[in-house]
């Protein structure tokens, strides 16, 4: 999972990403704009401190949005270890989808549900720091500008559209319906491609008009979405193609492991040379897979410092690396290694490595099935 992790709570690592500095400065500055428009006396730190107070809270508000996704995830049965702070949701390490569609629905509205009753508290809190005036009453411009943000986070949240909650609610609305998951994704990804078709429409009537920032960020947003909903549509076709598989059919021996000791330079350049085709070996510690080096994190370590790093310091290792069995559907494990975008994941069966799942070898597998579709029916 990418991000940074910073902290820890009910059992959940919470993970950010560098990016946010980007949009919480933004809205700082913002805040503050609408703060010293309001109050033209008050002094530029104490402006500043609340607009700083604004963005930490639109943080905060956009963790507990993901934070209770988890949460649900979790009564429902389902083990969450880590989230990723998103910008506007959507976001969750929760695909794939629940065991059922009404355990999907649960979570995928809870975050919009969060957001949209936050929102409704900052509002009520707004107009009664208003009303009180005085120094309380500096507190409703604040107020206000996170009862926008929170009604934002909620209600482009409930765009039905994949990856957004609104394209979960979807999926699982449809999934209930027809008794099939993949009718429901089939059904995401049909309400994603029209939404991303009003975006784009409505980003160009914007651009028209002359708003030439506010109608390119909802253009490009629109073809984000119609993008997405393509990529369902290229999940449902390898699904097509591997749905009957499991694991022990696509997974490559795991005739290579290192120990967390070694530094890179012993075995960095056999990952590089591509002729063996080994693109992630397994890191093992007393006959125990404790992480996983992949040509990423060595393409990330300058070549003159191989000497220096210990595999232990670049490692993926729990909770972002998954462990997998042989008999786990292999559409599951795909899912699992894109998510979380590392070059393999190791099969374990009763604790001991077996193999190794990689994306080349599911690659092959997929081209290999290929020709035996129906004839003349399109991939």
Request: proline fraction near 7%; include cysteine.
């Amino acid at each position: 999972m990418i991000g940074v992790p910073v902290a820890r709570l009910f059992g959940i690592e919470i993970r950010v990403q560098v990016a946010w500095i980007l949009p919480l400065a933004l809205v700082a500055v913002l805040a503050v704009d609408e703060i010293q428009t309001s109050s033209p006396t008050l002094e530029p730190v104490t402006a500043w401190g609340l607009g700083a107070m604004v963005a930490a809270a639109f943080f905060l508000s956009s963790l507990v949005h993901d934070l209770v996704h988890a949460i649900v995830a979790r009564s429902r049965g389902i083990p969450v270890t880590a989230i990723a702070v998103s910008f506007f949701g959507g976001s969750t390490p929760l695909d794939p989808t629940a065991p059922s569609p009404s355990d999907d629905l649960a979570i995928a509205a809870s975050g919009p549900l969060a957001s949209l009753a936050i929102a409704g508290a900052c509002g009520i809190l707004a107009a009664a720091t208003a009303s009180l005036g005085g120094d309380l009453g500096l507190l409703a411009v604040p107020l206000v500008a996170l009862l926008v943000l929170n009604g934002l986070l909620g209600g482009i949240n409930l765009v039905p559209a994949y990856p957004l909650d609104g394209g979960r609610i979807v999926r699982a609305i449809a999934w209930r319906r027809t008794g099939s998951e993949q009718s429901g994704w089939k059904a995401a990804a049909l309400s994603g491609r029209i939404s991303g078709f009003v975006g784009v429409v409505v980003g160009i009537g914007v651009l028209l008009l002359g708003y030439t920032t506010n109608g390119a960020m909802i253009a490009l947003s629109g073809w984000f979405l119609i993008l997405s909903s393509r990529t369902i549509r290229d999940r449902l076709r390898v699904d097509e193609l591997i749905g009957d598989l499991h694991v022990r059919d696509a997974m490559e021996p795991a005739t290579i492991t290192v120990h967390p000791g070694l530094t890179l330079d012993t075995f960095a350049n056999q990952l590089l040379d591509g002729e063996n085709g080994t693109t992630a070996v397994p890191v093992t510690e007393d006959d125990k897979v404790v992480g996983l080096v992949g040509l990423r994190q060595v393409n990330r370590t300058r070549r003159d410092k191989w000497p220096l790093t210990r595999v232990a310091d670049v490692m993926i290792k729990p909770p972002r690396l998954p462990f997998l069995k042989p008999d786990d559907p292999l559409p599951g494990a795909v899912a699992s290694l894109q998510r979380a975008n590392i070059d393999g994941l190791p099969v374990l069966e009763d604790g001991a490595l077996v193999g190794l799942v990689t994306r080349p070898g599911i690659g092959k597998l997929v081209a290999g099935r290929m020709p035996k579709l129906e004839p003349g029916r399109k991939l």
